[in-house]
C-alpha cells in the first residue's frame, strides 16, 4: 500500500513539476506564429482510445490530408492509463503534439499554466459558430476559448439485458429507482448468474461521486475553485462503494483493482459478464461490439428530485500554444468539427457531434447503438440540471486520490469515515485551498 500510494503522489508531484517547468519554457519561448503557411509541413495530432477508435481516426485524416495536400498529420495515440503522463512530460520537453486530445479538467490545468492555444488567435481558420452554445462553454476556461468539444456525453448505466434475462430478473424503470434499487438488483443478478458474474461490473468511480454529491445538493467544485463536499457527503459515497463490493453486487476489492484501466473488451461487460456498468454513454458502441450483445442505456438511480447528471463534452480538441503551425493545427480541428465527410466516418465515437449540422449528417449512419446515445443525449439535454464548475488547477489529481483512497475502503484499510477525512484533506491539498 504505501508503495502504491507513493507513486500515484510521486506522479502527481511529477505532473505540477511538469508543468511548472513548462512554464519556465513558455517565458523564454517565442510566442508561435500562426501566419498561413503554404508550403509543405507536418503537424502531430495525439489521442487516446482502442484500436477501433485510431482506424477511425486513421480514415478521417486521410480525408483531410486529401483536402489539404499540403499538411501532412501524424498520429500520437495510445491507451487512457498512460496518456496524459506522456503529454506532461512532452510539454515540459517543449516536444507537445500540435492538436492535444483532453478530457474532464485537462483543458483548464493547462491553460491556466499557459500550454494551450487561445483559440480566438485562430478564428480564421477556425469556425465555432455552429457548435452548441453549452459546448462551447465547455471549453472555455476564464472566459477563453482553448478547449473544442468532440461532442456531448453523459453518465449512465449500461446494462446487458441478456445477462438480466438469465438471471431472471427485471430491467429496473430509470425513471424512479433509486441507489437502493440499483444495489438490490446488482445483487439479485449476481446470486442467480454462474460463478464470475456480476451485477455491476464496477463500484463507483469518481465521476459517479460528482453526481452522488449533486443529487445530495452539493457539487464536486464552486464556482470560485473549492470543494464544494462535506465530510457526510464523501464519507456516503464510500460506503455505498463498500456496500455494493461486500454484497458480491460488484467485484472483490482484488477482482476491482484487476479491471482497473483495462481496455473495453477486458472490462466485464465487455466479456458479457456484468448486468451493468456505470460510464459514459457513448461507450455504448464499443461496449455493444466487445460483448456481442444489444446494450441498453438507463438513466442514473436517485434522479429524482434533485438530478445528478449533466451534459459534458465528452473530449475536447486543443492546439499547443508552442506549436509552430497553430493555422494548421486549426484547421485539422475545423474539418473534425464541422466537416460531414469527417462527421460521417466518426459519428458517435467522441460523443455525439455539438454541431447540429453533423447531427443530421450521421443520423441514417449511426448504428443501432450510436442511435441510442443520441437519444438519450437528447433526453438528457431536455432535463434542468445544476451547472456544472470546471475543476480548478490541481484538481486532475483530485480523481486519483479517489480511486486510490476507494481502493484502501474497498481492502478495508480506511474506513468510510476515515477516508472522507483523508479525501478532504488531500484534495484541498492537490488544488491548493
Known amino acids: 500500500m504505501a508503495r502504491k500510494s ?8 511529477a505532473f505540477v513539476a511538469a508543468l511548472g517547468l513548462m512554464g519556465l519554457t513558455a517565458a ?23 484500436a477501433t477508435r485510431a482506424d477511425i481516426t486513421s480514415k478521417a485524416i486521410k480525408e483531410f490530408e486529401a483536402a489539404n495536400p499540403n499538411i501532412k498529420v501524424k ?11 506522456k503529454l506532461a512530460t512532452q510539454v515540459a520537453a517543449n516536444d507537445a503534439p500540435d492538436v492535444i486530445t483532453m478530457g474532464g479538467a485537462y483543458p483548464a490545468e493547462y491553460a491556466n499554466r499557459g500550454a494551450l492555444l487561445d483559440l480566438s488567435k485562430v478564428k480564421d481558420s477556425l469556425d465555432l459558430s455552429k457548435l452548441d452554445p453549452g459546448a462551447l462553454e465547455n471549453g472555455q476556461v476564464k472566459g477563453a476559448q482553448y478547449g473544442v468539444s468532440t461532442g456531448a456525453n453523459a453518465l449512465a448505466i449500461v446494462a446487458n439485458p441478456a445477462v438480466f434475462q ?18 438490490k438488483t446488482a445483487k439479485d443478478i449476481t ?51 463498500l456496500k455494493l463490493s461486500e454484497t458480491g453486487a460488484a467485484p472483490s476489492a482484488s477482482e476491482t483493482v484487476e479491471k482497473l484501466n483495462v481496455s473495453t473488451e477486458q472490462t466485464l461487460m465487455g466479456m458479457g459478464q456484468a448486468g451493468m456498468m456505470l460510464t459514459w454513454s457513448n461507450s455504448l458502441t464499443a461496449l455493444s461490439k466487445a460483448s456481442g450483445a444489444e446494450l441498453k442505456l438507463l438513466k442514473l438511480p436517485g434522479e429524482t428530485p434533485t438530478p445528478g447528471i449533466w451534459l459534458q463534452s465528452s473530449q475536447f480538441y486543443t492546439i499547443s500554444a508552442r506549436s509552430k503551425h497553430t493555422d494548421a493545427a486549426a484547421k485539422l480541428v ?100
Open 6 to 13: 507513493l507513486r500515484i503522489i510521486q506522479k502527481s508531484i
Open 28 to 50: 523564454c519561448s517565442s510566442p508561435s506564429s500562426n501566419q498561413p503557411e503554404n508550403g509543405p509541413m507536418e503537424i502531430r495530432f495525439s489521442w487516446w482510445g482502442n
Open 75 to 85: 498520429p500520437e495515440y495510445g491507451d487512457i492509463s498512460g496518456y496524459f503522463d
Open 166 to 183: 438469465a438471471a431472471g430478473v427485471e430491467l429496473p424503470d430509470d425513471t424512479s429507482w433509486t441507489w437502493d434499487d440499483f444495489a
Open 191 to 241: 446470486d442467480k448468474s454462474p460463478k464470475g458474474t456480476y451485477g455491476t461490473a464496477t463500484v463507483l468511480t469518481h465521476d459517479s461521486l460528482d453526481a452522488f454529491a449533486r443529487q445530495h445538493g452539493k457539487s464536486l467544485y464552486t464556482q470560485d475553485g473549492q470543494l464544494g463536499l462535506e465530510k457526510d457527503t464523501v464519507q456516503a459515497y464510500f460506503d455505498y462503494s
Open 334 to 433: 475545423n474539418f473534425l468539427v464541422n466537416n460531414e465527410a469527417a462527421a460521417k466516418i466518426v459519428q458517435s465515437d467522441r460523443g455525439v457531434p455539438s454541431n447540429a449540422g453533423m447531427r443530421t449528417a450521421i443520423q441514417d449512419l449511426l448504428t443501432p447503438q450510436g442511435k441510442t446515445e443520441a437519444a438519450y443525449i437528447d433526453q438528457i439535454g431536455k432535463m434542468e440540471f445544476a451547472p456544472t464548475f470546471i475543476g480548478p488547477t490541481g484538481s486532475t489529481a483530485v480523481s486519483e486520490i479517489t480511486a486510490r483512497i476507494n481502493t484502501d475502503v474497498l481492502f478495508k484499510r480506511l474506513t468510510p469515515e476515515k477516508a472522507a477525512e483523508q479525501w478532504l484533506s488531500e484534495s484541498k491539498a492537490a488544488i491548493g485551498k
